[in-house]
T-cell receptor
Framework: ETGVTQTPRHLVMGMTNKKSLKCEQHLGHNAMYWYKQSAKKPLELMFVYSLEERVENNSVPSRFSPECPNSSHLFLHLHTLQPEDSALYLC????????????FGQGTRLTVV | AQTVTQSQPEMSVQEAETVTLSCTYDTSESDYYLFWYKQPPSRQMILVIRQEAYKQQNATENRFSVNFQKAAKSFSLKISDSQLGDAAMYFCAYTGSARQLTFGSGTQLTVLP
């Protein structure tokens, strides 16, 4: 138990579906992140939120839409995804953005069919 | 841009033996942090050990220690007295002034009974 909870753990969706991934952290952190983990590739940072403001977008396609309503919750809204978007999506949180370790959730295994 | 390289996609070690995982990184910064994360089959990324670049002393955490060679930009992880529970994917990571974690591609460690 690391204090970062992701739901659902597994998700299968069609290319025309709309779904959302949820992340909740109970650590009192003020920064949250979405990472994408594909097979045999380094983790890719998708979005960073600090104090409810998005501060980073690494050229992620617009079919991924993050939402951070407060410092404890982070969502990733998905729509019209492609099969190559199938991956493990990891949420993380940290106290501040600078040089502190991130605490990760267990991820959502997403399969796009 | 910073890069992190893990040249060993897979490693194996006999239970109770010692294994060293390699990591090199490329940066022009002088102040940064390095991490080793472990990802077991449960998929949750867990911080194993952390090293501040300004510290000359190598970090240690119980059976885990690092060999930090700043001039060579090398950051290897040594696991002593390996246990079956150490089997996992290990990721080396860097964070500096950009304030985001950059991960290597990982090393899959198998512990043989």
């Amino acid at each position: 138990e690391t204090g970062v909870t992701q739901t659902p753990r597994h998700l299968v969706m069609g290319m025309t579906n709309k779904k959302s991934l949820k992340c909740e952290q109970h650590l009192g952190h003020n920064a949250m992140y979405w990472y994408k983990q594909s097979a045999k590739k380094p983790l890719e940072l998708m979005f960073v939120y600090s104090l409810e403001e998005r501060v980073e977008n690494n050229s992620v396609p617009s079919r991924f839409s993050p939402e951070c309503p407060n410092s404890s919750h982070l969502f990733l809204h998905l729509h019209t995804l492609q099969p190559e978007d199938s991956a493990l999506y990891l949420c993380a949180s940290s106290q501040g953005l600078s040089n502190t370790e991130a605490f990760f959730g267990q991820g959502t295994r997403l399969t796009v069919v | 841009a910073q890069t992190v390289t893990q040249s060993q996609p897979e490693m194996s070690v006999q239970e109770a033996e010692t294994v060293t995982l390699s990591c090199t990184y490329d940066t022009s910064e002088s102040d940064y942090y390095l991490f080793w994360y472990k990802q077991p089959p449960s998929r949750q990324m867990i911080l194993v050990i952390r090293q501040e670049a300004y510290k000359q002393q190598n970090a240690t955490e119980n059976r885990f220690s690092v060999n930090f060679q700043k001039a060579a930009k090398s950051f290897s992880l040594k696991i002593s007295d390996s246990q079956l529970g150490d089997a996992a994917m290990y990721f080396c990571a860097y964070t500096g002034s950009a304030r985001q974690l950059t991960f290597g591609s990982g090393t899959q460690l198998t512990v043989l009974p």
